[in-house]
């Protein structure tokens, strides 16, 4: 059983970076495409980067050129680092594996984390 955990959320002005953790338990990082996926208060779930096993790489629109996906074999971790991050950056980020090809469609990915705050100030 893969178990994941997050970790790195928090308050930050807007303009500002963090960088969230994702821990993988259980099996290898590198087994699995990695993805990043936000939740906003009364909003539904969205995509926001995902990773491959060969380390390509896929971003939502919103997120471009300020998120940075990767991941650590050493650790067995994947990381979102974000900049010039934004108020309606705000929200629960969640990490989340898939034995799938390289997607950001959260309905096919297997494993997920319980997710870490991030909340953006204005």
């Known amino acids: 059983q893969v178990h994941l955990v997050e970790s790195g959320g928090g308050l930050v002005q807007a303009g500002g970076s963090l960088r969230l953790s994702c821990a993988v338990y259980?099996?290898?990082?590198?087994?699995?495409?990695m993805g990043w996926f936000r939740q906003a208060p009364g909003k539904q779930r969205e995509a926001v980067a995902a990773?491959?096993?060969?380390?390509?790489?896929n971003y939502a629109d919103s997120v471009k050129g300020r998120f940075t996906i990767s991941r650590e074999r050493a650790k067995n971790t994947a990381y979102l680092l974000m900049n010039s991050l934004k108020p309606e950056d705000t929200a629960v980020y969640s990490c989340?594996?898939?034995?799938?090809?390289?997607?950001?469609?959260?309905?096919?990915?297997?494993?997920w984390g319980q997710g870490t705050q991030v909340t953006v100030s204005s």
């Open positions: 990773i491959s096993i060969g380390g390509n790489t």
């Open positions: 989340a594996a898939t034995s799938r090809v390289l997607n950001l469609n959260p309905g096919l990915y297997d494993y």
């Open positions: 259980g099996r290898t990082v590198s087994t699995y495409v």
